[in-house]
């Protein structure tokens, strides 16, 4: 079957770094998307990755290894806006997501 | 330029009552999608459209119906409420959908609760 794990709840210092990371089975693979989700809203596209590497977006970057099966989002310099859930997203052959149960982010000042 | 916008944004239901929960795009997208999101799980889809008057089944159709009569609208139908139903609800829409990897743009949501 498919599936998409993360961890349910991590816990951050302000203005310091955080990883949150992603394994992913789906059937084929197009692509992993990162989005973002304040308490009571709707998610927002953060980020998507199809090949593997880093890809580097303001204080935001993604990862993708395709041969692991696994995906990171790396939160720097973070801020207290910054404290949501953060959902990864595989895209499978058939081009429909596969979301996992998102990761809880709270940040201590 | 709204984006995606649903309607309404809170609602209790009684056991067999029956809704219709609106959504509209202006960004003229092909793809619609309804999903329900529950405490530890993940985003899960409901039904789909590819176009105007088309739907599709996701992973959780049972209890739900779709209409899309006009390319800007996707509304999602309760028939019969049950508790389970008991949810928030998502309406989101993307370019490309199923052609291809695109982002998918998200709606406020609905709180529906079924007593």
């Known amino acids: 079957g498919q599936n998409i794990d993360q961890p349910t709840e991590m816990t951050a210092t302000e203005g310091a770094i955080v990883q949150i990371n992603c394994t992913y089975q789906?059937?084929?693979?197009?692509?992993l998307f990162w989005y973002q989700q304040h308490a009571g809203e709707a998610p927002t596209f953060l980020s998507y990755n199809v090949l593997d590497g880093l890809e580097e977006k303001g204080r935001f970057s993604s990862f993708l290894s395709r041969s692991k099966g696994y995906s990171y989002l790396l939160l720097k310099e973070l801020q207290m806006k910054d404290s949501a859930s953060y959902l990864c997203a595989g895209l499978d052959s058939n081009y429909q997501l596969i979301w996992g149960a998102g990761t809880k982010l709270i940040i201590k000042p | 330029n709204a984006g995606v916008t649903q309607t309404p944004k809170f609602r209790v239901l009684k056991t067999g009552q029956s809704m219709t929960l609106l959504c509209a795009q202006d960004m003229n997208h092909e793809y619609m999608y309804w999903y329900r999101q529950d405490p530890g799980m993940g985003l899960r889809l409901i039904h789909y459209?590819?176009?105007?008057?088309?739907?599709a089944k996701g992973e959780v159709p049972d209890g739900y119906n779709v209409s899309r009569l006009k390319k800007q609208n996707f509304l999602l139908g309760l028939e019969s409420a049950a508790p389970s139903q008991t949810s928030v609800y998502f309406c989101a829409s993307s370019f490309l959908g199923l052609a291809g990897a695109d982002t998918q743009y998200f709606g406020p949501g609905t709180r529906l609760t079924v007593l």
């Open positions: 789906t059937s084929g693979f197009n692509g």
């Open positions: 459209s590819v176009g105007e008057g088309t739907t």
